[in-house]
Structure formats: C-alpha cells, structure tokens
C-alpha cells in the first residue's frame, strides 16, 4: 500500500498542562467548604476543582499555585485558569492572575500506513529506542523541539512535551523545518498557537523516517 | 679503621665501628668507651627532607572501596557466573558499574535500585554481544520488580550513553528451544512425543520468522510467540501423535512455564497459517479448519514469500479500490464550500489478518469531535457564569450542618 505524499495528517490536540499563580495564600478549607465539584484532598493538602466549560481539573494549592489539566487548546486552557482565578475571587481571596505557561502538549497523529518498528529504530539511533519487553512503542526523542514521540506499528503517533521554547528561539530553524517539511506532506492542525506550530513541526520531521520504514512485502 | 685516632682513656688505637641500633658508634675495643656518637637516620626520606605527610596519603585512605559497591560488584560476577556467561562478558558488565556507580543519581539511590543496576549492567553486556537474554529472566534471578528495572535500565543507557542493539529474536529461538525438555526419552515423557533437535529448531525458525513478517512480534514480548511457534512446530512433526496435546500440557511435558499470552499468539498464528492456506489450489478442496491446518504446515512454510505476498496483494486491491471513494467526495465537497474542511480521513477497512492484530480488533472508543471553537482565552466572564462553581450561603450551611452528623455519628461508640 503506498501512501499519496501530499495526504493531509490530523493532528489532534487531546491534552494541554497549564500552570498559573494566584500570589495570595489560599485557605483549602474555604475553597472546600464554599466551593462546588471540589475535592479536598486533606492528606496531601490540595484541593480539586473541576469546571465544566472548558472541561478542566485544576489542581490547587495553599501557596497559591494552580495546575489546570484537561483543556484541548492553548486558548480553552488559559480560558479556564481565567475563570478559576475569577471563582477564587467570588470566594473573596485576592487573586492576581500571573505567571501563566504552559508546561506541557499531548498530541496524536496517524500515518496512514503500518511501521516497521524495528528497522525504523535501527535506520535512527540514538533518537529513537525500542525495547519491546517494556512499551510496544518506539521511543523518539527530539531534543531541538524538546518533544518525545511514541510511534506504535499502527501508524499512530502520540506527540508529548513542553514544546513553549520552539516558538521564542527556533524562529529561523521553524521556518527552515517548514519550508523543507511542507514540500512532502501537508499539515492541518485543530487549532492555531506557539505549541501546535510546534507539535506539527515534530510531526513534519519525523515524517520522512516513518515514511521509509512503512510496510512492504516484497 | 680511621687514622690517628685514640681512646682518650687507654690511650690504646683499636677503634671500631658499632651500631647501636639506627645509630652508628665510635667505640673502643679494649675499654669499651664511646669515643663519638653517629646522627640519628630513618627510612622515610620525606621525614629527613622535613616535609610533612599527611595522613590519608599515609594509610592509603582513598584507596578503600564503599561495602556497598564491593557487595555490588561481588553480585556482578555472581550473576555472571550464573549465567554461565564468558569470561569478557564478566569484565564488561563489571566495568559498566563501575562507570554507572560514579554517577551521583545511581550512587544515592536506595539499595532497591542499585540491586536492579547489577542486572542491568550484565543485560546491557549480553545485548552487545547479542547473547539472547530477556528482562524477564534478569528480573527472576534479581527478585526485581520489572517496573524499577525499566526505568532504571533507561536511565543507565541514557546516562552512559550506550547504544544497546534490540534483543536478536533468532539467537532468543535457539536459546529458548534449547531449554525444552523434547529431545530425550524419560518417564515422564513419552516416546512419541520426543522429537529431533534440528528439526524443531529450524521448523520454529521459520514460524517465527513468518510471525515476524506478518505483525504477530511487533511491539510485543518474545517469549509468548516463541512458546506458540514451538508447540506448532512440534505438533506438525508428527501430527498424528501430538494434535491431542494441548499448550498446557506440552509446555508442563517439557518443563517451561507458560506465559499466559502465549495461547492468544497461538491462535493468531494459525490464523495467519488458515489465511496463507487458502492460497494454495491443492489444500483450498480440504476446508481446514485450526486443527488440521498443522497437518500442513510444512508445505505452508516452504511456500510462504509467495502465499504472504499473495494475500497482501488482495488487501492491497481493495484498499486502493475503497481508497478512491472518499477522495472524490471530498473534492466535490471541497469545490462547493472552500471553508468547509475535508472530512476526517479514516482508515478503510482491509482484510484478511495482514494488519496488525491491533488495528483487526481496535478498542471501542467513542470519541466526539469537539465543535470548533473561537476561543482565544481572553474572553469576558460574566458573574452568572461563576455563580455555578460556588455554593450559596444555604448550602453552606446544610454541608456543614451535614458534615457536623456525620462526624458525630463516627465519634459515637457502639454500645456493647
């Protein structure tokens, strides 16, 4: 089966890890009590809150730090660390929404052809690393983008990493990765941002390895 | 004797040397009077040079090794030994812990973990010389828990910086069928059930090697599909004698263990024989089924690029014929609204078993697609909006009144 090289890939945003501060102290007891769909985890001291639109878990702490889990984009992510500070001030803390980042990107991608997996990580060590007795992926690791592929047999890749640092000092390589990516596949991404760009960039440039490592019998 | 010399109380010219101790003396032979006495010496010439020497420098105090790393490198050798493994092998792996104990992440780990490192350091040794040794056994023989020897194998392979080549599947089949008890008589072991070694180690061979290519081994654990290849390959030796035997019986004859996947890779392995058998003219009158297939498998093996290929042409037909399909409706789609995406494209259903056993039986998953929103995360947020993650001052107080019951009501003894 032979891949047509100018097919459009999916790639699906499924997880976005955000974190932000409230530079107050935050009473758990008060956030347990006067708060609704919260659960107070008394033994490890935080409280879970969990909002309904965007489809967010936020995990709070008394120092004031916040990890918010869940969201599908950038945007729906800061959506929600938006709304959570507002709830915090409705409960009468004085919130200061600050130091809002991303931490971390969990996307999928599928090929629309079978892997070798063993000849694909033997045409490219050191990045790449299969222990089937462990995991039935492959390991691969992009260091410039700071992203972390799992490529499975099926042609499902699983894109996973704090990829912020390509939009802010990779300008130039982006533009080169893009322009030499763009002329075998096309990308399309769910939704826009720093991170997508980046998550599609690691996409492009694995491409041509999985691509020679795609099933054929001869 | 010097010249001119004499005792200055006999006046007699018979002076000699003496040693009284490290000291040498001037002594008169006749008398015995000390004439001059000799400067204190010592062998230690840093002394005599006035230098100072320090007491680590003297006692040899840098040159001790830690108990830890000496019982450690004690158990290298150990497991080496167990395994029978060669000499080299021996100092390889000690040598590699070595390297990794100067490592400040596996020097202060827990003694848990720098157990687990001594196995891994002779599993990266017999990985280079591509001894057939699985994580399975290391972790038997270690009494490890599996997942603190894969984290700490990657982290030993990150931080060395090694390049550890995959386990070599054909070395692993010779080793394997090496360790089944077939290949002599004994009571507990039928006369029928006996088999020649070569025999079975090539016919297991190619089954693996034909697993291989048809997605049975990828992604999966060796053990469970060599197991199943070896029951088949012992089965269709002699068919007549051995299709009552079933897996658990043969690998509890043989004395190994049964992994518990190994019954699924069997039936997918005589799935994939069924589909490579319906390719040929002379075995398509029989309709066989699982059990009589084995009668066949060596004429299956011996013909297998062909019957491989055959198969997957047919998918590959069908799939290029169902593949065009979409296509169209998509442009024609595309052309009457430029804005509307194409439809996401989904994989056409291809047959036969030539796909990975994965994708032939996905897990259920309802998975919608999220409508596609124009949120930039700046939006306004109206109070009405909050006012559902908070709770009125009613329902505060009926929680706490709640919460006060329930709390009396654990704190309240049961009466005798």
């Not at chain 2, 490290?22 to 002594?27: A, F, N």
């Not at chain 2, 910086?161 to 599947?169: E, F, I, M, R």
């Amino acid at each position: 089966m032979d891949a047509d090289s100018d097919v459009a890939l999916d790639i699906l945003i499924t997880n976005v890890v955000c974190v932000f501060r409230t530079r107050c102290h935050l009473n758990l007891r008060k956030i347990a009590l006067e708060g609704a769909n919260v659960i107070y985890k008394r033994d490890v001291g935080k409280v879970l809150m969990k909002l309904r639109k965007p489809r967010i878990t936020a995990t709070i702490w008394s120092s004031g730090k916040i990890i918010c889990t869940g969201a599908t984009s950038e945007e729906e992510a800061k959506f929600g660390a938006r709304r959570l500070a507002r709830s915090l001030q409705k409960l009468g803390f004085q919130v200061i929404f600050t130091d809002f980042k991303v931490v971390n990107v969990l996307a999928v991608c599928n090929m629309p052809f079978e892997i070798r997996l063993p000849e694909f990580t033997k045409n490219n060590r050191p990045h790449a690393s299969y222990e089937p007795e462990l995991h039935p992926a492959v390991c691969y690791r992009i260091k410039s983008l700071r992203a972390t592929l799992q490529i499975f047999s099926t042609g499902s890749i699983t894109v996973t990493g704090n990829l912020d640092l390509m939009h802010t000092c990779s300008e130039l390589h982006h533009s080169l990765l893009m322009d030499a990516a763009l002329s075998c596949v096309g990308s399309r991404s769910s939704s826009s941002g720093p991170n997508v760009k980046a998550v599609a960039t690691a996409v492009e440039q694995i491409y041509p390895f999985v691509f020679e490592s795609r099933k054929e019998i001869l | 004797m010097p010249n001119g010399s004499r005792c200055p109380d006999c006046g007699s010219s018979e002076l000699v040397e003496d040693s009284h101790y490290s000291q040498s003396q001037l002594v008169c032979s006749d008398c015995g009077c000390v004439v001059t006495e000799g400067v204190l010496t010592t062998t230690f010439s840093d002394e005599g040079n006035l230098r100072e020497v320090t007491y680590s420098r003297s006692t040899g105090e840098n040159e001790q090794v830690s108990r830890s790393q000496q019982r450690d490198l004690r158990r290298v050798r150990d497991l080496c030994r167990i395994l029978k493994l060669p000499l080299t092998f021996e100092e390889t792996a000690v040598s590699y812990y070595q390297k990794a104990y100067q490592l400040s992440g596996i020097r202060a780990a827990r003694l848990q973990k720098k157990e687990v490192v001594v196995g891994c350091c002779v599993l990266i040794t017999c990985r280079q010389h591509n001894w057939p040794l699985t994580m399975g056994a290391i972790c038997t023989l270690l009494y490890a828990d599996l997942d603190v020897f894969s984290s700490t194998y990657m982290q030993i392979v990150k931080l060395l910086g090694l390049d550890v080549p995959s386990l070599c599947l054909a070395d692993l089949v010779k080793s394997y069928c090496s360790s089944f008890k077939l290949f002599q008589a004994s009571p507990s072991m039928p006369a029928k059930y006996v088999e020649d070694k070569d025999k079975m180690l090539s016919r297991t061979l190619l089954l693996v090697e034909l697993a291989n290519e048809t997605w049975l081994v990828t992604g999966r654990h060796p053990l469970p599909i060599i197991t199943a290849a070896t029951f088949l390959a012992w089965q269709s030796l002699r068919p007549s004698d051995r299709l009552t035997c079933s897996l658990a019986r043969f690998c509890k004859l043989a004395n190994v263990d049964l992994p518990y996947p190994a019954a699924s890779r069997l039936q997918e392995l005589l799935a994939v024989l069924l589909q490579m058998a319906s390719q040929l003219a002379w075995l398509q009158v029989l309709r066989l089924d699982k059990r009589s297939v084995v009668k066949h498998i060596g004429d299956l093996l011996q013909h297998r690029h062909m019957l491989v290929r055959m198969a997957f042409q047919d998918g590959t037909a069908e799939v290029e014929t169902k593949q065009q399909q979409p296509q169209g409706r998509g442009q024609q789609e595309e052309v009457g609204d430029s804005t509307f995406d194409l439809p996401k494209r989904k994989r056409p259903a291809s047959p036969a078993l030539l796909l990975p056993p994965c994708m032939l039986k996905p897990p259920k998953r309802t998975h919608t697609m999220p409508p596609d929103s124009v949120v930039t995360g700046d939006e306004d947020i109206s109070d009405s909006e909050i006012e559902q993650y908070l709770r009125t001052p009613q329902e505060v107080r009926d929680f706490e009144r709640a919460q006060a019951a329930s709390r009396a009501a654990m704190s309240v003894p049961n009466p005798p």
